[in-house]
T-cell receptor, first 110, second 112 residues
């Protein structure tokens, strides 16, 4: 069974700092990896999808990388803002389902 | 631009009661999913429907049933609610299996 781990569980940074969120998975036979954002009491918002054949994907201040062989993905957030405060979830896609980590709760301090 | 719509948003049930959670998507997606989210456990798959007319069990299907009513709608039924089913339930859809998923806003269910 695919196991997905996100470290750290919580992160607090001052506004303007660049930061990296980590996601690791145990089975490298994946289709895609998807990063989500979840605000308190809300649903999941898709941020980036990296296909298994890709190394990275960028959207605005966000850059996600994927290294299947080592079972790792990172989400890089540049020039963090207070509005980036949320929980970030990664999901490994395969076998007709998404396997989620428990997320990293990010707080950006003004 | 509705995307994935879930109803209701909140529900309180007594142990043993039944209810159906509704989910509809307007993106012409083939695949739909039901997840539950619990603190410290992440999201876990209850059931999924790879395409209209098919449903399959996920990681935690016990106590639940599903119906893929048509391409747009995928409902989740609790026949006899238990306190262990207190959770936040999310419906999601994707064009086909293993592609980008889009989630609804969730249903917060409390069983007392």
């Amino acid at each position: 069974k695919q196991e997905v781990t996100q470290i750290p569980a919580a992160l607090s940074v001052p506004e303007g700092e660049n930061l990296v969120l980590n996601c690791s998975f145990t089975d490298s036979a994946i289709y895609n990896l998807q990063w989500f954002r979840q605000d308190p009491g809300k649903g999941l918002t898709s941020l980036l999808l990296i296909q298994s054949s890709q190394r990275e994907q960028t959207s605005g201040r966000l850059n996600a990388s994927l290294d299947k062989s080592s079972g790792r993905s990172t989400l890089y957030i540049a020039a963090s803002q207070p509005g980036d405060s949320a929980t970030y979830l990664c999901a490994v896609v395969g076998g007709n389902q998404f396997y989620f980590g428990t997320g990293t709760s990010l707080t950006v301090i003004p | 631009n509705a995307g994935v719509t879930q109803t209701p948003k909140f529900q309180v049930l007594k142990t043993g009661q039944s209810m159906t959670l509704q989910c509809a998507q307007d993106m012409n997606h083939n695949s739909m999913y039901w997840y539950r989210q619990d603190p410290g456990m992440g999201l876990r798959l209850i059931y999924y429907s790879a395409s209209e007319g098919t449903t399959d069990k996920g990681e935690v299907p016990n106590g639940y049933n599903v119906s893929r009513l048509n391409k747009r709608e995928f409902s989740l039924r609790l026949e006899s609610a238990a306190p262990s089913q207190t959770s936040v339930y999310f419906c999601a859809s994707s064009v086909v299996a293993n592609t980008e998923a889009f989630f609804g806003q969730g249903t917060r269910l409390t069983v007392v």
